[in-house]
T-cell receptor, first 114, second 113 residues
Framework: EPEVTQTPSHQVTQMGQEVILRCVPISNHLYFYWYRQILGQKVEFLVSFYNNEISEKSEIFDDQFSVERPDGSNFTLKIRSTKLEDSAMYFC????????????FGDGTRLSIL | DAKTTQPTSMDCAEGRAANLPCNHSTISGNEYVYWYRQIHSQGPQYIIHGLKNNETNEMASLIITEDRKSSTLILPHATLRDTAVYYCIVRYLNAGNNRKLIWGLGTSLAVNP
């Protein structure tokens, strides 16, 4: 069964450094998402991406965050200048073109900011 | 905020059916019910979704009440590997490209030997 893959599984970065999290969505999917989950808290929506542009973003997704689909397969989340509070699990998801089709998630990247 | 309420935790004996309830009393006609689970800190795993009819797949069954104000996820023969946090999420359709999922705290299901 096709799946969403994320790399790396764990990223340790110094505060203030830039970090790029990578995702390979399911190949025929059209919608792409990033969510995060701070330890012990709810899963939170960050951003959705369709047709090469952001379709929706949350208040969390400020100017320090950006997303890109640099080629036909990868979907990336960049944090420009990381803060301690960016430490979290980051999940990528993708879904098909039909509205009710479910989102499928990767296993996440654990981001630790020191 | 999430539009659903779920019990914080539940227990189930291995081999028995696990019935996880979800209340979504403010659901509208264009909203689907989705169920996901999260095992430990892995990524959320899609289980099943429905609009108004009962649904079944290889993982579970979804029973939606006639008034659509509540639903029950049924794992017919729970195993230890079904121990996870289960999330019930309501999402509005016909929302164009705005398809975000809003998560609550879910139900922590413990399957006991």
């Amino acid at each position: 069964e096709p799946e969403v893959t994320q790399t790396p599984s764990h990223q340790v970065t110094q505060m203030g450094q830039e970090v790029i999290l990578r995702c390979v969505p399911i190949s025929n999917h059209l919608y792409f998402y990033w969510y995060r989950q701070i330890l012990g808290q709810k899963v939170e929506f960050l951003v959705s991406f369709y047709n090469n542009e952001i379709s929706e973003k949350s208040e969390i997704f400020d100017d320090q965050f950006s997303v890109e689909r640099p080629d036909g397969s990868n979907f990336t989340l960049k944090i420009r200048s990381t803060k301690l509070e960016d430490s979290a699990m980051y999940f990528c998801a993708s879904s098909g073109g039909v509205d009710y089709q479910p989102q499928h998630f990767g296993d996440g990247t654990r981001l630790s900011i020191l | 905020d999430a539009k659903t309420t779920q019990p914080t935790s539940m227990d189930c004996a291995e081999g028995r059916a696990a019935n996880l309830p979800c209340n979504h009393s403010t659901i509208s006609g264009n909203e689907y019910v989705y169920w996901y689970r999260q095992i430990h800190s892995q990524g959320p795993q899609y289980i099943i979704h429905g609009l108004k009819n009962n649904e079944t797949n290889e993982m579970a069954s979804l029973i939606i009440t006639e008034d659509r104000k509540s639903s029950t996820l049924i794992l017919p023969h729970a195993t230890l590997r079904d121990t996870a946090v289960y999330y019930c999420i309501v999402r509005y359709l016909n929302a164009g490209n705005n398809r975000k999922l809003i998560w609550g705290l879910g139900t922590s299901l413990a399957v006991n030997p």
